[in-house]
């Protein structure tokens, strides 16, 4: 509101100047004192810090007993100082982005980690969870490396791609796990243990009282090698097929209400001498119109011939424009909800399957509205597929469509997203027990925690 309104009273201060208005000099300090306010205000708004606190509904934050840490030190001080004086574990907001997509902010007072950031001293493989996917990879791309894969938004903090089982869009040609390993706090015995990620998110899917955070990851980095894209419609089990090939690093596929199929993207070893590359001016943000937000509406696309730039690993992972404060309201004032459903099949998706999936999900689009979005890494049976959905109105369908085209019966539900209440006919599950872990009802699942930090705070005393 504050930009149009400043533009406006602009316009107003420009006509006043005009030499026949010379005599009112009051308004004219007036607008120009206003102006500059709005430019102020809308410039600090904008700043990360006031960005977390709005995504998250905790602006403006004052006098809430709200901690900003720095240093674990004082992590850890703010955790022991709001579980004393609240007598409940506070909720730990990195960048807001989780909160923003569930409708809903954590009540006060919270730990906030945006300012706990970069890398723990004298352990520089070690990164503060606070701190951005895209920070930790602008420092590594400095030395020709580059993560293989991470979430596709990544302003996003590296404490909640662990929590939040946020992931990339990886292919079978990617190899190498981005995240090594990860410290967590029990924040109930205020001890820390260094585990894997798959023991990270078992943490996670099982902690119902809300006790962990992450302190800090270390990753795994790969040569930040040239790749080059391919565009492919995906109108019949074919081309599905094609999508699917050996040989991909990084795989998306993008359908929706405005088209009758889908736009798959491939990166994957230079395949001709194309001079083309990738990425130039405005070419994200229209890769990103055409391939996502025109397939709610408009349907428009380029040929798929000019999806055909070279690239590095490094922007390849950064296919997408930043999200500005006008497109997030956008979304809000439509009442589209944003949500991930993961599920396997118990036999490798293959182009027939996979434009099963295609028909149905775009019949159903044309019937609802809006996009969705799959992602699928390793083709192998147990696999599991990522579908990103963006509804506004009929939640429920995606997992009948699942259920009763695919013979779904078990999804879990990305846990950084908006949570659907009801997943019928398609039993929920956590994503630990998607992937075959333990239940949250297995005596394995609900007794090591505790033993493993009892054992811990023993050694630590000792």
């Known amino acids: 509101m504050a930009i149009p309104t400043a533009v406006g009273l602009l316009v107003w201060l420009l006509v006043t100047l005009v030499p026949h208005e010379h005599r009112h000099a009051e308004r004219i300090v007036l607008l120009s004192l206003s102006v500059l306010l709005l430019i102020a205000w809308?410039?600090?708004?904008?700043?990360?810090?006031?960005?977390?606190?709005?995504?998250?509904?905790?602006?403006?934050?004052?006098?809430?007993?709200?901690?900003?840490?720095?240093?674990?030190?004082?992590?850890?001080?703010?955790?022991?100082?709001?579980?004393?004086?609240?007598?409940?574990?506070?909720?730990?907001?990195?960048?807001?982005?989780?909160?923003?997509?569930?409708?809903?902010?954590?009540?006060?007072?919270?730990?906030?980690?945006?300012?706990?950031?970069?890398?723990?001293?004298?352990?520089?493989?070690?990164?503060?969870?606070?701190?951005?996917?895209?920070?930790?990879?602008?420092?590594?791309?400095?030395?020709?490396?580059?993560l293989p894969s991470h979430p596709t938004m990544d302003y996003i903090s590296i404490g909640s791609w662990v929590s939040c089982a946020n992931h990339g869009n990886e292919g079978d040609a990617q190899t190498v796990a981005a995240i090594e390993l990860v410290t967590v706090l029990d924040m109930e015995t205020n001890t820390t243990q260094r585990v894997s990620y798959a023991e990270a998110r078992r943490m996670f899917d099982f902690d119902f009282e809300k006790r962990h955070c992450v302190l800090d990851v270390s990753f795994n980095v790969v040569d930040n090698k040239r790749m080059q894209k391919r565009g492919i419609l995906v109108k019949d089990p074919q081309s599905a097929a094609d999508w699917l090939a050996p040989g991909a690093s990084l795989r998306l596929l993008f359908l929706g209400a405005a088209r009758s199929y889908a736009i798959g993207l491939r990166w994957e070893r230079p395949?001709?001498?194309?001079?083309?590359?990738?990425?130039?001016c405005c070419s994200r943000f229209c890769q990103f119109l055409q391939v996502d937000i025109f397939s709610v509406f408009c349907g428009w696309h380029e040929?798929?011939?000019?999806?055909?730039?070279?690239?590095?690993?490094?922007?390849?992972?950064?296919?997408?424009?930043?999200?500005?404060?006008f497109m997030t309201i956008g979304v809000v004032l439509s009442g589209i909800v944003n949500f991930e459903i993961f599920f396997r099949l118990e036999r490798v998706l293959d182009g027939a399957t996979l434009f099963v999936l295609v028909e149905e999900a775009v019949a159903m689009h044309k019937?609802?509205?809006?996009?969705?979005?799959?992602?699928?890494g390793r083709p192998s049976a147990g696999s599991i597929v990522h579908w990103d959905l963006s509804l506004a109105r009929g939640h429920d369908a995606p997992f009948r469509?699942?259920?009763?085209?695919?013979?779904?019966?078990?999804?879990?539900?990305?846990?950084?997203?908006?949570?659907?209440a009801d997943t019928?006919?398609?039993a929920r599950v956590s994503v630990t027990e998607l992937l075959g872990g333990p239940s949250a009802t297995s005596d394995a699942a609900l007794l090591v925690p505790l033993f493993v930090g009892k054992l811990r705070a023993g050694a630590e005393s000792a």
Not at 310 to 322: C, E, F, H, M
Not at 367 to 375: H, M
Not at 401 to 417: I, S
């Open 401 to 420: 469509l699942l259920f009763e085209r695919l013979g779904v019966k078990r999804v879990a539900m990305h846990p950084g997203k908006y949570e659907v």
């Open 42 to 146: 809308t410039v600090g708004l904008r700043r990360h810090g006031r960005r977390v606190l709005i995504r998250s509904g905790a602006f403006p934050g004052w006098c809430r007993g709200d901690a900003y840490p720095h240093d674990e030190v004082e992590l850890r001080q703010a955790v022991a100082d709001l579980n004393r004086r609240k007598g409940r574990f506070p909720a730990i907001v990195g960048g807001g982005w989780g909160f923003f997509l569930k409708r809903w902010g954590p009540s006060a007072p919270r730990v906030f980690t945006h300012r706990f950031t970069g890398q723990v001293p004298n352990e520089p493989r070690r990164w503060r969870a606070g701190t951005t996917i895209a920070t930790v990879n602008k420092h590594f791309v400095k030395n020709g490396k580059t």
């Open 424 to 426: 019928a006919p398609c």
């Open 303 to 325: 040929p798929m011939s000019t999806f055909n730039g070279k690239v590095s690993l490094y922007d390849a992972n950064r296919w997408t424009p930043p999200i500005y404060p």
């Open 367 to 376: 019937r609802l509205g809006g996009r969705s979005e799959i992602r699928y």
């Open 271 to 280: 395949y001709d001498a194309d001079p083309h590359h990738d990425p130039h």
